[in-house]
């Protein structure tokens, strides 16, 4: 579990870029770690969908094309509806001091300026209503989906070049998920994810654009 957070890590702080090619014996080195862990890390990376396996090619970190923002937000939006409406009936005191808990965690993260940190605590804020939405296969996805959405949150956000927010934006989804109307929930959920998802598609786009010029 350690080689793979480690591994993610890389990918995630532009240690290891878009579309390289992983060099098992030069991270080994690196992390000081045997190849064969290494190998079980990357399969499970593989699994996670932030990397890919080409037979006779190698391991390579994914490209990130606008349809992948597109495909990803689009069920993200989807997953997010469903999760909450799901997950609403089954709010209970633990639900609401867990949220507090991983709100907190946010908020901490900003305050430090932790660009990766942010991106990680706000995904784990955000996955709370899976796991209160008790269902084993949307758990499942949205854990799947998690790794993807992580590595275009860092992406986007080292090609701005600027720290994360100095405030944080999640009081409302907060709130709203500790209210009584849940379709008001749904709706700021999915009105936050447009948010990102325009910016990182425009930045997807313009990747695209300076590819095919060189």
């Given amino acids: 579990a350690e080689i793979v957070a480690l591994l993610r890590r890389a990918i995630l702080t532009g240690q290891l870029e878009p579309g ?10 690196q992390m000081r770690v045997s190849r064969a ?35 990803a937000y689009s069920l993200n939006k989807v997953l997010d509806e469903f999760a909450i409406e799901l997950a609403w009936p089954q709010r209970d005191p633990r639900f609401f001091d867990e949220l507090d808990r991983r709100h907190e ?50 992406l986007h956000q080292r090609a701005r070049n600027e720290p994360v927010p100095a405030e944080d934006v999640h009081e409302t989804y907060v709130a709203l998920l500790k209210g009584a109307d849940m379709r008001a929930a749904q709706r700021h959920a ?9 910016e990182l598609l425009s930045y997807a786009r313009g990747l695209e654009k300076r590819a095919s010029k060189n």
Wanted: proline share 2%; no cysteine.
């Fill in 105 to 154: 965690a946010v908020k901490q993260a900003t305050r430090a300026v932790d660009t990766t940190r942010q991106i990680e605590t706000a995904l784990q804020l955000h996955g709370l209503i899976y796991e209160w939405a008790d269902n084993s296969v949307l758990l499942e996805t949205w854990q799947r989906l998690t790794s993807r959405l992580q590595m275009y949150f860092a």
């Fill in 190 to 198: 999915r009105e936050h994810i447009d948010l990102d998802f325009e």
């Fill in 37 to 71: 862990p290494l190998r079980e890390a990357m399969r499970e990376l593989v699994q996670e969908g932030i990397l890919t396996s080409i037979p006779y090619a190698g391991t390579f970190v994914i490209d990130v094309t606008a349809k992948d923002i597109i495909d």
């Fill in 20 to 29: 390289q090619k992983l060099n098992e014996l030069r991270i080994s080195e």
